[in-house]
């Protein structure tokens, strides 16, 4: 929605996307990685902080071979359902 504001008040076009490369890596480490609780608060906090449209969620340094599989497929679908719900929330807004 906010990127939407953003291209009208521009005179139209296509909304930019947004980069944001700040979800630490080392939350996905197979040695000392976050809970499942943890990773799911750094990725609201993440998709939060620019909205759940427009965002490119992406690691802030890449991946390093010392991840757990596991953590980055949570990780992945983290950002898809919390994007999800976020999308959700801010439709069932606009139409209330």
Same mark, same amino acid.
């Given at each position: 929605a906010a990127l939407a504001a953003e291209a009208a008040a521009r005179g139209g076009g296509a909304a930019p996307a947004r980069v944001q490369g700040n979800f630490d890596p080392r939350l996905l480490y197979t040695d000392g990685g976050a809970s499942d609780e943890e990773m799911e !608060? !750094?990725?609201r906090a993440m998709i939060g $902080?620019? $909205?759940p449209q427009g965002l490119i969620a992406n690691l802030g340094e890449g991946l390093c071979g010392k991840e757990d599989? !596991?953590?980055v497929s949570k990780?992945?679908?983290l950002v898809h359902s919390v994007s999800e719900e976020?999308? @959700?929330h801010e439709? @069932? !807004?606009v139409t209330a």
């Open positions: !608060a !750094a990725v $902080g620019f $909205g599989p !596991a953590r990780f992945v679908d976020l999308i @959700a439709k @069932a !807004a």
